[in-house]
């Protein structure tokens, strides 16, 4: 019997949860994330048709929604509770629409309500407030999703056309990866200036030690670089040296540091890459979590607001709960005479929802730590201690500031410190910054000084710097860049970053992102023939037009027709470009980067090539993408590629030389060793291809520099994998090998990435056992749980994750997870609808193929009766020609 109320949505976590607050008159269903999107082929979008929009619904999807319109039969209201967000919006509106479609909402009431919360009290008031779906919302889901459809699909064949090697550019991605590639030319560009400071140890009239700074020399203030050399700085300690210092002034200040804001997306998403390492990735995905809710002592509960916002805004209740909390755990002192109102800084900044806030301040991180794994416990007390802290009283620091001169004035030393008069919220919480620059005064506390006093100088030391290029983007300072240009939404930041990864536009190194060659590429070919469309203002005025549409301030359509008229314009005149236009403008555009400039600018004396000396290098494309090429090419054949080792700014540069290289003859098989340059980088072959037969290859390993590849060094490359022997205690064979996530150790059949200190070629197998000790659990074979038995053959269903994801097999048959859906979710009933829907469609095209061949058999024999009537006609016709040949002669003979 169908329950009275039917309520979807997004996940299957949050419909367990919310299921059991509302009770059996509630029937609480999951859509699993969108139920329809634009097919990913051309005419989705039709600009000609008023941007008609063409949706498809997978096969999974149609189970869903098949399940929500028989659930419905009998129902007389349909609540959509999706994410209080205008991704939620749409989500809700797609499902109405296909329900519509499919004539399941007669006499149905259709009603949208949104928490931020999943509590109880949240979810039961906002039952009591249901609305209409937010028509504006709508609009602003389906311009922001006919713009990117129509950047990406007329873009990227441009992209494929005049620029091989590219795979794709996005609205605000491509906008995203020029910060990273601008950062990248800023450091190459980057010219170290030198410049001295002088420290000095002092000393009060006690005995009591402090350090000072040399701020004036010959009664002039030093700027940074008013010491450029050795030389100043050695006049300047000798000056320090013949005086003697009294103190001339003493400055004490008092100043109050205020608490952060509690976190938006943004926020957190930079503070825990701050603090805990994590990526934005994966700080969404633990937020999701704790939002969804979690299993505290019997009862299922969200543990955070939702956590997709850019507002700093916190409600009455919560507010109340932190001074009470306050109050009872730190005492009045804490307690500012009034709740903490904070306002949204960043540009384009929408206050739709609350800040990112625990559901309960009272539910500490101590009272939950049994609950929860590590990572979730991290991150649920990074937001709680945020929260309190934001509403705690200010901490008061002294500053004391003191100017030690000669006695003519000319040269003054500055002694600082600066003390915590009291923590405040500093008990609390510190925020992190991503570079803190010089050491700070904090905590240093200078002795009793007054002016007049005599102040003895024990040392006076030169110190040399180097100015230093500026940072390269780490997850937190892009993300907080991209905040204050106004570039994406809060939802879409982690996604950004992942793209740009996967897309292999940017590499993570060392928490920081450095551009791969092919993104530089990309960037310079976008900001060469799309500078409007990729600029950071352009990309920004676009984001407030979109939260225009949100606020019902502008037609959507308006928008798309005032973007689209010139944007497909220049697509086509781009198009137009001959190889050449492409080739000089990119070549202009990054040549510094490729060739080392001198001190004038000019990269000519680096472009001089190396193999005929009389040619220039400059860039080219061939069929697997960009390289540099000799200009007297085919008669030099010099080529470096640029896409295997791109020049890192240190002086290593990218591969370069004429491949193949022969290195020698096997000693056992008598073949030729080459070292060749391949469309994927530098590997090592032995012999050639026979028919048949295919020779034995190896890539070289992770910062392996051609030149130092041997005859000998090619042969272990080739030996691999190779045997290391017995494990001890398993008796397994152990191998070392070379795979395409780099070496690893393979011990049956688990497979462990070899850490980054052991060389493959060399490891042994005593270090081998360590390394499988080490690991863990890491590296088991990747067939995962069993879920159950299929109830058609009895056959295991396992869950398992591969190289495009998480998924479930049964037999020979692997169904991909939906995307949003948690591996550790999957039911074996879903399990059984997902291999039942892949069984289908792979039952379907094999249909399709056998009625094609059946239908190419019909046409083959029909071809063949009408060349066989053919023949048949023919002789006929042969055969009356004879006759009719005899009766003529007859005739004449008569």
Same mark, same amino acid.
């Given at each position: 019997?169908?329950?009275?109320? /039917?309520?979807?949505?997004?996940?299957?976590?949050?419909?367990?949860?919310?299921?059991?607050?509302?009770?059996?008159?509630?029937?609480?269903?999951?859509?699993?994330?969108?139920?329809?999107?634009? +097919?990913?082929?051309?005419?989705?979008?039709?600009? =000609?048709?008023?941007?008609?929009?063409?949706?498809?619904?997978?096969?999974?999807? #149609?189970?869903?929604?098949?399940?929500?319109?028989?659930?419905?039969?009998?129902?007389?209201?349909?609540?959509?509770?999706? =994410?209080?967000?205008?991704?939620?919006?749409?989500?809700?509106?797609?499902?109405?629409?296909?329900?519509?479609?499919?004539?399941?909402?007669?006499?149905?009431?259709?009603?949208?309500?949104?928490?931020?919360?999943?509590?109880?009290?949240?979810?039961?008031?906002?039952?009591?407030?249901?609305?209409?779906?937010?028509?504006?919302?709508?609009?602003?889901?389906?311009?922001?999703?006919?713009?990117?459809?129509?950047?990406?699909?007329?873009?990227?064949?441009?992209?494929?056309?005049?620029?091989?090697?590219?795979?794709?550019?996005?609205?605000?991605?491509?906008?995203?990866?020029?910060?990273?590639?601008?950062?990248?030319?800023?450091?190459?560009?980057?010219?170290?200036?030198?410049?001295?400071?002088?420290?000095?140890?002092?000393?009060?009239?006690?005995?009591?030690?402090?350090?000072?700074?040399?701020?004036?020399?010959?009664?002039?203030?030093?700027?940074?670089?008013?010491?450029?050399?050795?030389?100043?700085?050695?006049?300047?300690?000798?000056?320090?040296?013949?005086?003697?210092?009294?103190?001339?002034?003493?400055?004490?200040?008092?100043?109050?540091?205020? +608490?952060?804001?509690?976190?938006?997306?943004?926020?957190?998403?930079?503070?825990? *890459?701050?603090?805990?390492?994590?990526?934005?990735?994966?700080?969404?995905?633990?937020?999701?979590?704790?939002?969804?809710?979690?299993?505290?002592?019997?009862?299922?509960?969200?543990?955070?607001?939702?956590?997709?916002?850019?507002?700093?805004?916190?409600?009455?209740?919560?507010?109340?709960?932190?001074?009470?909390?306050?109050?009872?755990?730190?005492?009045?002192?804490?307690?500012?005479?009034?709740?903490?109102?904070?306002?949204?800084?960043?540009?384009?900044?929408?206050?739709?929802?609350?800040?990112?806030?625990?559901?309960?301040?009272?539910?500490?991180?101590?009272?939950?730590?049994?609950?929860?794994?590590?990572?979730?416990?991290?991150?649920?007390?990074?937001?709680? #201690?945020?929260?309190?802290?934001?509403?705690?009283?200010?901490?008061?620091?002294?500053?004391?500031?003191?100017? /030690?001169?000669?006695?003519?004035?000319?040269?003054?030393?500055?002694?600082?410190?600066?003390?915590?008069?009291? =923590?405040?919220?500093?008990?609390?919480?510190?925020?992190?910054?991503?570079?803190?620059?010089?050491?700070?005064?904090?905590?240093?506390?200078?002795?009793?000084?007054?002016?007049?006093?005599?102040?003895?100088?024990?040392?006076?030391?030169?110190?040399?710097?180097?100015?230093?290029? +500026?940072?390269?983007?780490?997850?937190?300072?892009?993300?907080?860049?991209?905040?204050?240009?106004?570039?994406?939404?809060?939802?879409?930041?982690?996604?950004?970053?992942?793209?740009?990864?996967?897309?292999?536009?940017?590499?993570?190194?060392?928490?920081?992102?450095?551009?791969?060659?092919?993104?530089? /590429?990309?960037?310079?070919?976008?900001?060469?023939?799309?500078?409007?469309?990729?600029?950071?203002?352009?990309?920004?005025?676009?984001?407030?037009?979109?939260?225009?549409?949100?606020?019902?301030?502008?037609?959507?359509?308006?928008? /798309?027709?005032?973007?689209?008229?010139?944007?497909?314009?220049?697509?086509?005149?781009?198009?137009?470009?001959?190889?050449?236009?492409?080739?000089?403008?990119?070549?202009?555009?990054?040549?510094?980067?490729?060739?080392?400039?001198?001190?004038?600018?000019?990269?000519?004396?680096?472009?001089?090539? +190396?193999?005929?000396?009389?040619?220039?290098?400059?860039?080219?494309?061939?069929?697997?993408?960009?390289?540099?090429?000799?200009?007297?090419?085919?008669?030099?054949?010099?080529?470096?590629?640029?896409?295997?080792?791109?020049?890192?700014?240190?002086?290593?540069?990218?591969?370069?030389?004429?491949?193949?290289?022969?290195?020698?003859?096997?000693?056992?098989?008598?073949?030729?060793?080459?070292?060749?340059?391949?469309?994927?980088?530098?590997?090592?072959?032995?012999?050639?291809?026979?028919?048949?037969?295919?020779?034995?290859?190896?890539?070289?390993?992770?910062?392996?520099?051609?030149?130092?590849?041997?005859?000998?060094?090619?042969?272990?490359?080739?030996?691999?994998?190779?045997?290391?022997?017995?494990?001890?205690?398993?008796?397994?064979?152990?191998?070392?090998?070379?795979?395409?996530?780099?070496?690893?150790?393979?011990?049956?059949?688990?497979?462990? *990435?070899?850490?980054?200190?052991?060389?493959?070629?060399?490891?042994?197998?005593?270090?081998?056992?360590?390394?499988?000790?080490?690991?863990?659990?890491?590296?088991?074979?990747?067939?995962?749980?069993?879920?159950?038995?299929?109830?058609? =053959?009895?056959?295991?269903?396992?869950?398992?994750?591969?190289?495009?994801?998480?998924?479930?097999?049964?037999?020979?048959?692997?169904?991909?997870?939906?995307?949003?859906?948690?591996?550790?979710?999957?039911?074996?009933?879903?399990?059984?609808?997902?291999?039942?829907?892949?069984?289908?469609?792979?039952?379907?095209?094999?249909?399709?193929?056998?009625?094609?061949?059946?239908?190419?058999?019909?046409?083959?024999?029909?071809?063949?009766?009408?060349?066989?009537?053919?023949?048949?006609?023919?002789?006929?016709?042969?055969?009356?020609?004879?006759?009719?040949?005899?009766?003529?002669?007859?005739?004449?003979?008569?």
């Amino acid at each position: 019997m169908s329950a009275q109320n /039917l309520v979807v949505v997004e996940s299957p976590a949050k419909a367990k949860t919310i299921n059991k607050y509302l009770g059996d008159s509630f029937d609480v269903v999951a859509s699993y994330g969108h139920v329809r999107d634009l +097919p990913p082929k051309d005419g989705s979008v039709q600009p =000609d048709d008023d941007f008609a929009m063409r949706w498809d619904v997978d096969q999974v999807s #149609k189970k869903r929604i098949d399940d929500v319109a028989k659930r419905l039969k009998g129902a007389k209201r349909l609540y959509l509770a999706t =994410d209080p967000d205008r991704e939620g919006e749409a989500i809700s509106w797609h499902m109405r629409e296909e329900l519509e479609r499919r004539n399941a909402l007669k006499g149905v009431e259709v009603s949208r309500v949104v928490f931020n919360e999943i509590t109880k009290g949240a979810v039961l008031d906002a039952m009591e407030r249901p609305r209409a779906l937010n028509d504006e919302l709508i609009e602003a889901y389906l311009a922001r999703r006919a713009l990117d459809y129509l950047v990406g699909f007329t873009l990227s064949p441009v992209l494929w056309r005049k620029l091989p090697g590219a795979k794709s550019a996005g609205r605000v991605q491509s906008v995203a990866l020029r910060l990273v590639c601008e950062r990248e030319a800023e450091i190459e560009a980057f010219r170290a200036q030198e410049y001295w400071s002088i420290d000095a140890q002092m000393q009060n009239g006690e005995g009591q030690g402090f350090p000072a700074k040399l701020t004036h020399l010959d009664g002039k203030k030093l700027d940074k670089f008013g010491l450029p050399n050795e030389a100043s700085a050695t006049r300047a300690v000798e000056a320090v040296r013949a005086a003697a210092f009294s103190v001339a002034k003493v400055e004490r200040k008092q100043t109050r540091r205020n +608490p952060a804001p509690p976190f938006t997306t943004s926020t957190l998403q930079q503070e825990a *890459s701050r603090k805990l390492y994590f990526g934005a990735t994966k700080t969404m995905t633990l937020a999701q979590k704790l939002y969804e809710g979690v299993d505290i002592g019997g009862e299922t509960v969200g543990l955070i607001t939702y956590m997709r916002t850019d507002s700093t805004i916190l409600s009455n209740d919560a507010l109340t709960a932190a001074r009470n909390l306050i109050s009872d755990d730190y005492g009045p002192d804490y307690l500012p005479n009034g709740p903490r109102q904070y306002k949204t800084k960043a540009k384009n900044a929408q206050e739709a929802h609350e800040a990112v806030r625990p559901t309960d301040l009272f539910r500490r991180p101590s009272q939950v730590r049994r609950y929860l794994d590590g990572d979730m416990l991290k991150l649920y007390e990074l937001i709680w #201690k945020r929260t309190l802290a934001s509403q705690m009283e200010s901490a008061v620091l002294d500053n004391v500031a003191v100017d /030690l001169a000669d006695p003519s004035g000319d040269t003054i030393l500055r002694a600082t410190g600066s003390v915590i008069r009291f =923590d405040g919220f500093l008990t609390l919480y510190r925020e992190d910054v991503d570079d803190p620059g010089e050491e700070s005064d904090e905590g240093r506390m200078l002795p009793p000084l007054s002016e007049g006093d005599a102040a003895k100088l024990l040392e006076a030391t030169p110190n040399q710097h180097f100015t230093q290029p +500026p940072p390269r983007y780490t997850e937190a300072s892009l993300v907080k860049k991209m905040e204050e240009l106004g570039i994406g939404r809060p939802s879409t930041y982690a996604s950004i970053l992942k793209v740009l990864q996967d897309r292999e536009y940017v590499r993570l190194d060392k928490r920081r992102f450095t551009p791969e060659d092919r993104g530089r /590429l990309v960037t310079a070919f976008l900001t060469s023939f799309f500078e409007r469309y990729f600029s950071y203002d352009f990309t920004a005025a676009l984001e407030e037009q979109l939260d225009e549409v949100s606020d019902g301030k502008t037609d959507w359509k308006q928008v /798309l027709r005032d973007f689209w008229q010139a944007f497909s314009a220049i697509c086509t005149e781009t198009m137009d470009l001959s190889p050449m236009d492409v080739r000089e403008t990119i070549d202009r555009e990054l040549g510094p980067h490729f060739f080392e400039a001198d001190e004038n600018g000019s990269t000519e004396a680096a472009r001089r090539c +190396p193999a005929c000396t009389d040619g220039r290098l400059g860039l080219n494309f061939g069929k697997f993408g960009a390289f540099i090429a000799c200009s007297n090419y085919p008669d030099c054949k010099f080529t470096r590629n640029i896409g295997t080792a791109a020049n890192d700014g240190n002086g290593a540069g990218p591969v370069e030389g004429e491949f193949p290289r022969e290195l020698g003859l096997d000693p056992e098989t008598g073949e030729a060793i080459m070292l060749k340059n391949g469309p994927y980088g530098l590997y090592v072959q032995r012999g050639e291809a026979e028919k048949g037969k295919k020779p034995k290859r190896s890539s070289l390993l992770k910062g392996m520099e051609p030149d130092s590849v041997d005859l000998q060094t090619a042969l272990r490359l080739l030996s691999l994998p190779r045997e290391l022997g017995d494990h001890p205690e398993s008796g397994q064979k152990i191998q070392a090998g070379l795979g395409r996530y780099g070496p690893y150790i393979k011990h049956g059949d688990r497979f462990i *990435s070899l850490p980054e200190d052991d060389d493959v070629l060399t490891i042994g197998i005593n270090r081998a056992v360590a390394v499988i000790a080490e690991a863990g659990e890491k590296g088991k074979p990747r067939a995962g749980k069993e879920l159950g038995n299929h109830p058609r =053959d009895g056959k295991p269903i396992q869950l398992g994750s591969g190289r495009f994801g998480p998924y479930v097999k049964h037999g020979k048959i692997y169904a991909s997870i939906p995307r949003g859906t948690e591996p550790d979710d999957v039911t074996l009933e879903q399990a059984i609808e997902l291999i039942d829907a892949k069984a289908a469609k792979k039952s379907a095209a094999k249909k399709g193929e056998a009625k094609k061949a059946s239908s190419k058999k019909g046409t083959a024999k029909k071809t063949a009766a009408k060349k066989g009537s053919g023949k048949k006609s023919a002789a006929k016709k042969a055969s009356a020609k004879k006759a009719g040949a005899k009766k003529t002669a007859a005739r004449t003979a008569g």
